[in-house]
């Protein structure tokens, strides 16, 4: 069959295991020691399957049953946008109908070749704030240092670390003080070398930024990010400002609900790196803001928090377009989703060239979660 039909939709939600609990950020509380990833498995009538992250609901998933493959996706097109909810497993199944892995057929579709084994940079995004039950600031930078340390021992050689503890968990004074403690214990942690990122999750203002900046100005920051919420003049002031004290540090935003001139400010100079969630804009939509970040020497560093399958799919964008940065790296361990055929080392992701992204789902597993709380459509 050349253009074979949607058989059977599977749907259910993996759940995994983080190293250790993710705490509080700037303006939410403790974010758990598990992460969920809701996964789809298609099925064509020739019996070929392809799975991913997708948020399908019962009725989208059955009114798919019976199009053709063609309609959802192409090497040239992307995913259609009737194939949108189910994105990534098309995705997926399209490399395993070709023997390809998705960074090949994302390569054909940005129209480059890519040549030998895969790497993609990553960093630790998992320093959060889980010192807030500590009095003392030198405790509670020793706490975070060491948990970068472990990091380090994973393989990883960049991190991004949790700061905003004044906007809304400790005192405005004392909050932006630890934040500094803490920056500075963590640059010692990982060496002067090592990319180094802050994300503030909006919970700063202009005057706290300058502060903080100049407090930390020998910790060489890599990138802020979110440090408030997205404003151009306030961009502009921001940049101006480190400019004239030689202070090259990255603006990166973008994550969750972006303000819709994102792209006109990053391509004005206002924003360095553009941040959209993976999920929630898709492989297709990503490769063609890639285009034009590219276009402008714009970075692009997808945001993934919380999905497992989500680290793995963002290395298939890596060697693709020209200015990717890192991608953003979330340790868990998930029953039923088998990623061993990536691997972490000295700040890498080796990323195989097995046929779509290179997972395997555990079949028990997998048919556990869709017969608890998920469901099955078919022909």
């Known amino acids: 069959m050349n253009n074979p039909r949607i058989a059977s939709i599977e749907w259910g939600v993996l759940e995994g295991l983080r190293p250790r609990n993710a705490g509080c950020n700037s303006r939410l509380p403790d974010h758990g020691p598990t992460m969920r990833d809701a996964i789809a498995r298609v099925t064509l009538e020739d019996g070929t399957s392809g799975f991913g992250f997708s948020r399908v609901k019962q009725p989208q998933a059955e009114a798919l049953i019976g199009q053709r493959l063609d309609e ?3 090497v040239e097109q992307g995913v259609t946008a009737a194939g949108l909810p189910i994105e990534f497993p098309l995705w997926d199944l399209l490399g395993q109908r070709t023997g390809k892995p998705v960074y090949a057929l994302a390569a054909e579709y940005y129209g480059k070749s890519l040549d030998g084994p895969q790497q993609a940079k990553c960093y630790d995004t998992t320093l959060y704030f889980d010192d807030l039950h500590i009095a003392s600031d030198e405790e509670a930078s020793q706490l975070i240092a060491e948990e970068a340390r472990q990091g380090w021992e994973r393989g990883h050689r960049a991190f991004k670390m949790k700061v905003g503890r004044g906007g809304l968990h400790m005192p405005l004074e004392a909050g932006t003080a630890r934040d500094i403690a803490v920056i500075h214990a963590v640059r010692d942690a990982v060496g002067p070398d090592a990319p180094l990122m802050v994300d503030a999750n909006n919970g700063w203002n202009v005057n706290l930024v300058k502060r903080v900046l100049t407090e930390t100005a020998d910790c060489h920051l890599f990138w802020l990010e979110e440090p408030f919420h997205e404003d151009p003049v306030l961009y502009g002031h921001l940049q101006n ?3 004239e004290r030689g202070l090259l540090v990255l603006l990166a935003d973008g994550e969750g609900h972006a303000a819709a001139p994102l792209l006109d400010w990053a391509q004005a100079g206002a924003i360095d790196v ?3 969630d993976l999920r929630d804009i898709g492989l297709t939509k990503w490769l063609k803001v890639g285009q034009k970040l590219d276009s402008w020497s714009v970075r692009s560093a997808p945001h993934n928090y919380g999905s497992n399958f989500g680290n793995h799919a963002s290395c298939h964008l890596s060697g693709v377009i020209e200015h990717f940065t890192f991608v953003e790296w979330d340790h868990a361990d998930t029953p039923g989703l088998d990623t061993s055929a990536y691997s972490l080392s000295e700040g ?17 597993i997998f048919q556990l979660v869709v017969q608890r709380d998920g469901y099955q459509v078919s022909a």
């Not at 992701?349 to 555990?362: E, K, Q, R, S, Y």
């Open 348 to 364: 890498q992701i080796n990323v195989p060239d097995a046929p779509g992204f290179g997972l395997a789902l555990d079949d028990a």
């Open 274 to 276: 553009i941040q959209y």
């Open 72 to 74: 959802l996706i192409s």
């Open 241 to 243: 400002w480190m400019r």
